[in-house]
Nanobody, 121 residues
């Protein structure tokens, strides 16, 4: 069994910062990619940022220059540093990982439970 546990969401004023964390645990052989998605009320879920095992990164245009994704491979953890937050960043943020499960050696896509980020103005 593999799961992702997210933390760091909360309420912040526009212009403020938050740091999200997502730790993967369970029977994991390797993690190829970890990323963050978000879903605002009434909107589609969208990709925010992703990082590969080789530290290649991708960002949505709306967050470039403000958000930074990073990972700690030893801890199977991915982070999202969010700066200069805007009200339009308000959403539930979901962690996602593509990984090779260690027992059955099958490739899995795993989602976290989501953490709410609310940016007030």
């Amino acid at each position: 069994q593999v799961q992702l546990v997210e933390s760091g969401g909360g309420l912040v004023q526009a212009g403020g910062s938050l740091r999200l964390s997502c730790a993967a645990s369970g029977s994991i052989f390797s993690i190829n990619v970890m990323g963050w998605y978000r879903q605002a009320p009434g909107k589609q879920r969208e990709s925010v940022a992703a990082i590969t095992s080789g530290d290649s990164t991708n960002y949505a245009d709306s967050v470039k220059g403000r958000f930074t994704i990073s990972r700690d491979n030893a801890k199977n953890t991915v982070y999202l540093q969010m700066n200069t937050l805007k009200p339009e960043d308000t959403a539930v943020y979901y962690c996602n990982a593509g990984l090779l499960e260690a027992t059955a050696y099958t490739y899995l896509e795993v989602w976290g439970q989501g953490t709410l980020v609310t940016v007030s103005s």
